[in-house]
């Protein structure tokens, strides 16, 4: 997930500016991401020292839905993060679920400015990975130990959701798979295939378990049929306590929230690779038929139209003596039938007889 940016490269892009800007500046900037999350920075000229970032994002959970706000472990985590920097104003401002007074004051300079601004620009990861990473910390925690587990349906993009069940001793997380095109099914297909079989090998046994399946897993029986409606499958990732383990549990986390992310990314890519490679090898092959062409142009080009016709006739003739050669039938006809012994009898019985005669005749003279 390393081409994926935690933080909001257009928030940063503002927040840097209001930064380093030389005289204090009037911001008032609404801005939307993923059509369903929306910013305000605020920074006023009378008050120079503080600028307002108020966010509005649904939460990961469709089922904890609050009215004041944001779940408590949210705001502890945000409050632990920020402590230094940004404050959480209470309540937040009409229309959004926290407000953030950010001190530029207190930013420190040169380099260490950039990594703080861009840290403030990653709140919405921060919120939205809240609640994945308080599920993936009680995994081996008693109260999820015994009975039936409901699945949890988490969104982290509205046509995009996907669900976590808790099990005895791991945490499995399932992930409905949809796509618009058939060769992008096709291509995601094979990918699966290959990343379980990767998977089972040895050098990866460290990795959480991956399972692919045409059919929903029994752990989402019960669920909508809309919920389980695909045409790639479901894909699933077995966690144990061991995958989470200190700075595991964030890029755990992360991993997870953009595993759709990166999914199309990789069927884009492969699609990609997959239209140049058939366009080279067209080039390839009009190149050869092209210079066959002029091979052939070029062997008949001394030649006149009318030698040319003159050739196709004389070549059809020859074809047509060579299937069918009539002189040779003729003769074949016309050859006399050989019939044993009739030399001996023409010479007996149609000879004709010889006189002898003293006086010759003369020719007559006119």
């Not at 069940?165 to 295939?193: G, L, M, N």
């Not at 050859?335 to 012994?341: N, P, V």
Request: a positive charge; hydrophobic letters at 35%; glycine letters at 4%.
């Amino acid at each position: 997930m390393a081409g994926i940016d935690k933080a909001s490269p257009a928030l940063k892009q503002i927040l840097l500016k209001i930064y380093r800007a030389e005289y204090p500046i009037e911001v008032d900037h609404c801005l939307h991401e993923f059509g369903s999350v929306e910013y305000r920075i605020q920074s006023s000229a009378s008050d120079p020292q503080h600028t307002y970032l108020s966010i509005s994002t649904p939460l990961l959970s469709q089922g904890i839905l609050l009215s004041y706000g944001l779940p408590r472990y949210t705001t502890e985590l945000l409050n632990r993060i920020y402590s230094d920097v940004v404050e959480l104003e209470e309540p937040a401002r009409e229309g959004f679920q926290l407000t953030l007074r950010i001190n530029l004051g207190k930013i420190p300079k040169k380099k260490d400015a950039e990594k703080v601004i861009t840290e403030i620009s990653s709140v919405q990861a921060i919120i939205l990975g809240s609640q994945l990473k308080e599920m993936l910390k009680n995994v081996n925690s008693q109260e999820v130990s015994r009975g039936p587990y409901r699945p949890i349906k988490l969104v982290y993009h509205p046509r995009e959701p996907f669900f976590v069940v808790k099990q005895e001793t791991s945490v499995i997380t399932i992930f409905p798979i949809r796509f618009k095109e058939d060769s992008d099914v096709i291509i995601a297909t094979s990918f699966f295939q290959e990343l379980m079989d990767v998977g089972s090998s040895g050098a990866f046994l460290k990795a959480p378990p991956c399972h692919w399946s045409p059919i929903p897993p029994h752990e989402l029986r019960g669920e909508p049929i809309d919920e389980l409606s695909t045409n790639g499958g479901f894909v699933s990732f077995e966690i144990s306590s061991r995958h989470v383990e200190g700075k595991k549990l964030e890029k755990m986390v992360w991993c997870l929230l953009n595993f759709y992310a990166f999914l199309k990314n990789h069927v884009k890519s492969t699609r990609g690779f997959i239209q140049r490679r058939m366009r080279r090898r067209l080039e390839s092959l009009v190149e050869v038929l092209q210079k066959a062409s002029k091979e052939e142009d070029h062997i008949k080009k001394p030649q006149e139209r009318g030698h040319k016709r003159r050739l196709i006739i004389f070549s059809r003739s020859r074809f047509f003596r060579k299937r069918f050669n009539f002189k040779k039938q003729m003769k074949h006809i016309r050859s006399r039938i050989k019939i044993h012994g009739l030399a001996r009898f023409r010479r007996r019985w149609f000879r004709l007889p010889t006189f002898d005669s003293v006086r010759r005749y003369t020719k007559l003279r006119q």
